[in-house]
């Protein structure tokens, strides 16, 4: 029984998860697994109108699924992946809060797609991508992580990369559908270790990113790296829940953006600076130039940590979110204040959410992002950082 379940059993009882009681049998279901309610998708309705308003959060699809990365594909349709179960995996209805860590982990070994014109309606197209189409022949892991994929206009194909960091692909599509055979330009040239990578277009090079985060340029072939890795850090320190002192953005979901004329940086991390401790957060700071000097490190969101900031049709700001704790959903009364460093905690359910974004150039060209919904806009009281802000 793992330890999500462990805490879900709990909260039942009106316990702390760091109590050391253990939950009656009476309440544990199928192999000692709670059977916790999933929560369903919005409404048809509630989703359009929340897509227009663009002021609160929208609960749009409930499959078992982390890092969810959501993308315009060329037939202007928007295309969602993530971390995912295999297909079938009986655990998406036995254990819905699989928490995809450690032995008791539900991560699979395929790359799922689906597509939508609406973000409501979703068509499936299967699991284009296995561990069998990998570079590596061997992977010990024998998952695949937080994949993303990445329309390339030029060569008219999908580029797929996807973690963990020594099991690192960089694949493209045998044409223009999602779909192989697979091709491995960049073979061993990747490198060794690349956790959550991450493409971004400037112009006409496109940069491979990394391990929150490391930057590189790519050759037009992509074959190899046209210059050795750049780290890319926010100006400043902070110091963690520890004592230790701080620079780096996070240490996950490298993801960069351009704004105005300004290169934005996001980063992940948790609100304590301590893994899995609070919550799960989206950072940001800015630049004049992809792999030059950084501003401050801001805040972007509470709950929105491994997020995909993404436009919609009509240009509003969006961000992804997916449930990514030890314990149940936490209600959202009341959230702003309440303080999370006892464990991992989260707003968000099983599934993918998305979350409306302020995002402004300002008066001196600078960029302004904070998370609209009021649950997810200020950092909670565990925060290390301190943003100013509450």
């Known amino acids: ?34 059977d916790a309610p999933v929560r369903p998708v919005m409404s048809r309705a509630e989703i359009e109108a929340g897509l227009k308003s663009h002021d609160r959060a929208l609960f749009i699809k ?35 809060y699989n928490p995809g860590l450690g032995d008791e982990s539900a991560v699979g070994q395929v790359v799922r797609i689906w597509r939508s014109k609406d973000l409501i309606d979703w068509e499936y197209l299967g699991a284009p991508f296995s561990l069998k189409d990998s570079f590596h022949k061997e992977n010990p892991r024998n998952v695949i992580w937080a994949p993303e994929v990445h329309w390339i206009p030029e060569m008219n194909r999908w580029a797929l990369v996807h973690c963990p960091a020594k099991q690192a692909n960089f694949a493209l599509s045998a044409g223009p559908d999602i779909s192989g055979p697979w091709t491995h330009p960049m073979g061993a040239n990747l490198g060794y270790r690349r956790h959550d990578p991450s493409l971004f277009k400037d112009g006409d090079t496109w940069w491979l990113l990394w391990e929150n985060t490391l930057v590189a340029p790519l050759n037009s072939t992509f074959t190899d790296y046209t210059a050795e ?22 240490h996950e979901g490298a993801t960069i953006r351009k704004i105005g004329e ?18 799960y957060n989206l950072y940001y700071c ?13 805040f972007a969101g509470r709950f929105l940590g491994h997020g995909t900031p993404f436009q919609t049709r009509d240009g509003k700001w969006w961000c992804t979110a997916f ?31 998305i979350v409306p974004l302020d995002v402004r150039v300002l008066d001196d ?17 565990e925060e290390v950082q301190d943003f100013g802000l509450r």
Not at 65 to 80: A, E, H, S, T
Request: aromatic share 6%; hydrophobic share 30%; charged share 25%.
């Open 1 to 34: 029984m793992n330890k999500l379940n462990i805490c879900l059993a709990l909260v039942a009882l009106g316990l702390s998860c760091a109590s050391n009681a253990n939950p009656p049998k009476d309440l544990l279901l199928r192999d000692g697994v709670l």
């Open 62 to 96: 409930d499959d078992w699924i982390r890092d969810p990365y959501i993308v315009m594909g060329p037939d202007d349709m928007y295309y969602l992946t993530g971390t995912t179960m295999n297909p079938g995996d009986s655990r998406e209805k036995t254990d819905p």
């Open 229 to 250: 890795p750049t780290r890319i850090d926010p100006a400043g320190t902070r110091v963690n829940s520890k004592g230790k002192e701080i620079s780096i953005i996070g």
């Open 262 to 279: 300004k290169y934005v940086h996001f980063g992940t991390a948790w609100s304590a600076d301590l893994m899995r401790q609070g919550c």
């Open 286 to 298: 800015t630049s004049d130039s992809i792999d030059g000097t950084y501003g401050p490190r801001k």
């Open 323 to 353: 449930y990514n704790a030890n314990t149940p959903p936490l209600d959202t009364d009341g959230i702003q204040n309440r303080d999370l460093i006892e464990t991992a905690q989260t707003i968000n359910h099983r599934g993918t959410t």
């Open 365 to 381: 060209g600078d960029i302004y992002i904070r998370a609209k919904d009021p649950a997810y806009a200020v950092p909670g009281p």
